[in-house]
DNA sequence: GCACAATCTGAAGCTACTATAGAGTCAAGC
DNA sequence: GCTTGACTCTATAGTAGCTTCAGATTGTGC
């Protein structure tokens, strides 16, 4: 099949499928005379692998190192638990930053009930006199 | 004061400073003769608010409009009430969004609990079977 | 033979910075 | 007066994971 099929199948754009080649996710696969990319299903499953791994919010570098242990048959499974192990912390780490975030807007919220002068809006004082902090080193890949 | 004071009082970097010039979310400031920039209280106020902001996760586009909406005093806050409810709601969403992926992640790793071949991980036999779904445009900007 | 869809490559754009190179400025010490 | 070192300047490229674009080719239906 054709590049504009694979993608379909993988429910993402024909863009996304050479940019996943091009970072060496997808291997480069055959070309017709006229130079267009030729799939089989192998191709279909990996692609669907990636995103499917993507839609966990897996970064590309989790993916690649997910790839190489499932093509190495021989080994057992216990490195995949961890990258997997890995990424689910990512994940909590990321709620829980996220959570703490909404206490904090909520707090400020509620210090503008009506609307007054904008001198007056206790958001915005909020915000002018929160105590600045460093930005903390980030612990997970996840926005 | 130079910009590596005025960087340090806001606890963040002199390029992200410039950056912030650059992203017309910082006025230029006047410069000395030898051409350094040249900051006073009410930049210092401005940077604060800024890195407050960002600290709270909000986009650069919300910063800018909040920062606006602040300069025209002659207005109620009623505007920034809407600016802070909808990124309080982009928050909230990405918080649920992680939610789900985490129960995903966890069904996922229940399937693989011993040391076994991979070819008989239940983790990438799951990543492999998943339903591959379109990705579902972002309603936020948090990643 | 011609229109139109699908594909090709390469490069630029997005966010919010960070990092680097290479040049210039300034204050202190000898 | 001269050097050293800290600071600053501009401009450019890199990060992640794509998306978008321009301009050229290929393939298909009539």
Redesign the interface.
């Known amino acids: 099949m054709k590049i504009g099929e694979l993608a379909q199948?993988?429910?993402?754009t024909v863009e996304t499928v050479r940019y996943y080649e091009r970072e060496n996710l997808l291997p480069a696969p055959a070309r017709t005379q006229g130079n267009f990319r030729l799939y089989g299903p192998l191709h279909v499953?990996r692609l669907?692998?990636i995103?499917?791994?993507?839609?966990?919010?897996m970064s590309h570098d989790e993916i690649r190192n997910?790839l190489a242990?499932?093509d190495?048959?021989a080994?057992?499974?216990?490195a995949?638990?961890a990258v997997?192990?890995q990424?689910?912390a990512h994940?909590?780490e990321?709620?829980r930053e996220?959570?703490q975030?909404?206490e904090?807007?909520?707090a400020?919220?509620q210090r503008?009930a009506g609307?007054?002068?904008?001198?007056?809006?206790g958001?915005?004082q909020g915000?002018?006199a929160?105590e600045?902090?460093?930005?903390h080193e980030r612990h997970t890949h996840?926005?």
Chains 1, 2 share one sequence.
Do not use: P, W, Y
């Open positions: 199948l993988a429910q993402c499953e669907r692998f995103r499917n791994c993507r839609a966990l919010d997910l242990l499932a190495r048959t080994e057992g499974c216990g995949v638990n997997f192990d990424h689910i994940v909590d990321r709620i996220l959570a975030l909404k904090q807007l909520s400020l919220r503008c609307e007054h002068a904008v001198a007056a809006c958001i915005l915000l002018a929160m600045t902090e460093a930005r996840l926005g």
